[in-house]
């Protein structure tokens, strides 16, 4: 099955600092490669997401790059706040069949410091 | 902004007894799934269900569980005889199957 690495799994910053979550994953067959957000209690949300076709996206402060050879993708966050702290999971979609599961890695918890 | 509903939002019970947690997917998604997370944990599949039955499902995901689409609206996730370790968040989610999954808010079972 789909093996996905997230690192780091915690990662501390300034407020203003950037940071960056890396993801990889095992399945060459994946195509589409989301971030979701969770803060403390709450529901996973969809931040930020990109399909095969495409190298890189940009939403405001948040990007997403998407390396297939290396099968690697990276979540950005430029300019962070206080309010990005939250646990940050990738889950890539293993498979090409219609509403197929996504895989979660194992979160990074990111902290930005006031 | 619709959204999927799940209740109870916390589930209390005894080891053995049989638990059925309630969703509501949104209302013209197709795809419905039931994940868990234990505290602390990542976020792990348990099973995937299209046109009334199981596209597939995980490891986790054994004879102790099942699902249901009762009706039109409802999807159930039974757990038979509950385990100590069955504890943890179980969320729903829903989708178009065009790749974004939508997560419900979850339900927190503790067995104790």
């Known amino acids: 099955g789909e093996n996905v690495e997230q690192h780091p799994s915690t990662l501390s910053v300034q407020e203003g600092d950037s940071a960056v979550i890396k993801c990889t994953y095992s399945?060459?067959?994946?195509?589409?490669f989301p971030w979701y957000k969770q803060e403390l209690g709450k529901r996973p949300q969809l931040i930020i997401d990109i399909r095969s076709n495409v190298g890189e996206k940009k939403d405001q402060r948040i990007a997403v790059t998407l390396n297939k050879t290396a099968k690697h993708f990276s979540l950005h966050i430029t300019e962070t706040q206080p309010e990005d702290s939250a646990v940050y999971f990738c889950a890539p979609e293993p498979s090409h069949i219609q509403g197929g599961k996504l895989i979660f890695g194992q979160g990074t918890e990111l902290s930005v410091k006031p | 902004e619709p959204e999927v509903t799940q209740t109870p939002s916390h589930q209390v019970t005894q080891m053995g007894q049989e638990v059925i947690l309630r969703c509501v997917p949104i209302?013209?998604?197709?795809?419905f799934y039931w994940y868990r997370q234990i505290l602390g944990q990542k976020v792990e599949f348990l099973v995937s269900f299209y046109n009334n039955e199981i596209s597939e499902k995980s490891e986790i995901f054994d004879d102790q569980f099942s699902v249901e689409r009762p009706d039109g609206s409802n999807f159930t996730l039974k757990i038979r005889s509950t385990k100590l370790e069955d504890s943890a968040m179980y969320f729903c989610?829903?989708?178009?199957?065009?790749?974004?999954?939508?997560f419900g808010s979850g339900t927190q079972l503790s067995v104790l």
């Open positions: 399945d060459s067959a994946s195509n589409y």
């Open positions: 989610a829903s989708s178009l199957g065009q790749g974004e999954l939508f």
């Open positions: 209302s013209n998604h197709l795809y």
